[in-house]
């Protein structure tokens, strides 16, 4: 069986260049935490987590890796083995993938499909969490609570039916809302919508595609949307998410893309919340549209940070705990 440095030194893996704060070397670790993603781009977690670690004096350290979904199987058989890994963050491309190969998952990772987050157990026993989605919905919660309102009852519009879009839909139904799922491949968003239903026991969620029309009709009377696609392949950097995106990526797609966008966005109420859940080092084009149309825009910077501190205390709770370090006291190590 390879190991993860044979990964690496073949090509196969590689550490990420962009995340922030991601070690170069790491094999002199005691122990280390991975995060795997399709994309490299710049990840909030190694930086944080390693901070934290750095503060409690422990050697261990988080190293953001990159490589295809296609080798999750052998990755998971090899990180069962592995004496040093101890689990870690799970991103784009691998979120729907990993789950089928772990030996558990909790409850809602396990309805999801999705997970953010692998815990390893003394026995090499691997277990799938998912972070993402309540901590997604407690940052929209928190933001309809300011307005002296509540999510409960409420339009959302999710954009995308993967592992970040599906936990996010999950957990907006959770919270009460009304879902609609707008995928590219309608059949997936249907999947999901009918998951979110017979889950909760009644009609929770909707589907459709992202054509125009479609979109213009889910626009209406929804208080949120949510860009949550994290397709591979699709440059989501170039596309504004509340348009049609039509492959392959050209002058004229974007054009159209733009176009379509616009259009969509006068469904929208003026008081409806936009968010989209890349962070990448530019506003996305989903946000720059929404917020020149006059909507209130949410980045998924506060997501993240909110993700990554529930699943650092999920993984090390022992380790804060003879620290004498709680959930909440996580913030300010991880700043």
């Given at each position: 069986m390879r190991s993860i440095s044979e990964l690496i030194e073949k090509g196969i893996l590689k550490v990420a260049e962009k995340a922030v704060g991601n070690p170069a070397g790491f094999y002199g670790l005691e122990h280390y935490t991975l995060g795997f993603a399709v994309k490299d781009y710049?990840?909030?977690?190694?930086?944080?987590?390693?901070r934290v670690y750095e503060a409690l004096g422990v050697s261990c350290r988080n190293v953001r890796l990159v490589g295809s979904p296609e080798i999750a199987s052998e990755l998971v058989a090899i990180l069962k083995k592995d004496p040093r890994y101890l689990g870690g963050d799970v991103g784009v491309g691998f979120k729907d993938e990993m789950p089928r190969y772990l030996d558990s998952h909790e409850l809602?990772?396990?309805?999801?499909?999705?997970?953010?987050?692998?815990?390893?157990?003394?026995?090499?026993?691997?277990?799938?969490?998912?972070?993402?989605?309540p901590s997604f919905a407690e940052v929209v919660e928190e933001w309809f609570q300011a307005r002296n309102q509540s999510p409960a009852g409420k339009k959302a519009v999710?954009?995308?039916?993967?592992?970040?879009?599906?936990?996010?839909?999950?957990?907006?139904?959770?919270?009460?809302?009304?879902?609609?799922?707008?995928?590219?491949?309608?059949?997936?968003?249907?999947?999901?919508?009918?998951?979110?239903?017979?889950?909760?026991?009644?009609?929770?969620?909707?589907?459709?595609?992202?054509?125009?029309?479609?979109?213009?009709?889910?626009?209406?009377?929804?208080?949120?949307?949510?860009?949550?696609?994290?397709?591979?392949?699709?440059?989501?950097?170039?596309?504004?998410a509340l348009g049609e995106i039509i492959l392959p990526l050209s002058d004229e797609s974007i054009l159209r893309n733009r176009e379509t966008a616009k259009a969509a966005m006068e469904f929208l109420h003026k008081s409806a919340l936009i968010a989209d859940i890349l962070v990448r080092e530019k506003t996305t084009a989903t946000i720059a549209l929404a917020a020149e149309r006059g909507l209130e825009t949410m980045s998924g910077a506060q997501m993240l940070v909110r993700q990554g501190r529930k699943a650092f205390y999920l993984l090390h709770r022992e380790l804060l705990a003879s620290k004498g370090v709680s959930e909440a006291g996580l913030q300010n190590l991880m700043s």
């Open positions: 710049p990840a909030w977690t190694p930086g944080a987590w390693n809602m990772a396990r309805q999801m499909g999705s997970i953010n987050l692998i815990k390893k157990f003394p026995n090499g026993k691997l277990e799938g969490f998912n972070t993402d989605g999710v954009l995308g039916a993967g592992g970040t879009a599906s936990a996010i839909a999950f957990a907006l139904a959770v919270k009460g809302m009304q879902v609609v799922i707008l995928n590219r491949t309608a059949g997936k968003a249907e999947a999901l919508a009918k998951k979110i239903n017979s889950f909760f026991g009644g009609r929770r969620a909707s589907h459709g595609g992202r054509r125009e029309d479609e979109m213009k009709k889910a626009f209406r009377k929804a208080a949120l949307v949510v860009a949550a696609i994290d397709e591979i392949g699709i440059p989501m950097e170039q596309y504004a």
